[in-house]
């Protein structure tokens, strides 16, 4: 059975950087599409940033785009997130998820995924 672990989270000053980890045990994803989605406090789980199985093709949303940058090492089975010049709207907890999809292109919609990590927290502190 698939299981998803996120580590790398932690306390930042505005600035700074983070990368977050994504490790997969219990089955492959080198076929699947990969994204990584975030919730704030008292706010919907929203969109971070996708790639496709090969990494050839990815996706960012507009506030973070420029500033982070996914990945994914198949070696590892794993994908990561560096996120740089982050900011206090960036703090929330961040999940990595597995697509249902296999194809050339990743996708945003948070149905189109059907695992999903644990979280782990990043804070940005002003």
């Known amino acids: 059975q698939l299981q998803l672990v996120e580590s790398g989270g932690g306390l930042v000053q505005a600035g700074g950087s983070l990368r977050l980890s994504c490790a997969a045990s219990?089955?492959?994803?080198?076929?699947?599409?990969m994204g990584w989605f975030r919730q704030a406090p008292g706010k919907d789980r929203e969109f971070v940033a996708c790639?496709?199985?090969?990494?050839?093709?990815?996706s960012y949303a507009d506030y973070v785009k420029g500033r982070f940058s996914i990945s994914r090492d198949h070696a590892k089975n794993t994908v990561y997130l560096e996120m740089n010049s982050l900011q206090p709207a960036d703090t929330a907890v961040y999940y990595c998820?597995?697509?249902?999809?296999?194809?050339?292109?990743?996708?945003?919609?948070?149905?189109?995924?059907?695992?999903w990590g644990q979280g782990t927290q990043v804070t940005v502190s002003s």
């Open positions: 219990g089955r492959t994803l080198h076929v699947h599409g």
């Open positions: 998820a597995k697509s249902q999809s296999y194809g050339s292109t990743c996708y945003r919609a948070i149905g189109e995924y059907d695992a």
């Open positions: 790639t496709n199985w090969n990494g050839a093709s990815t």
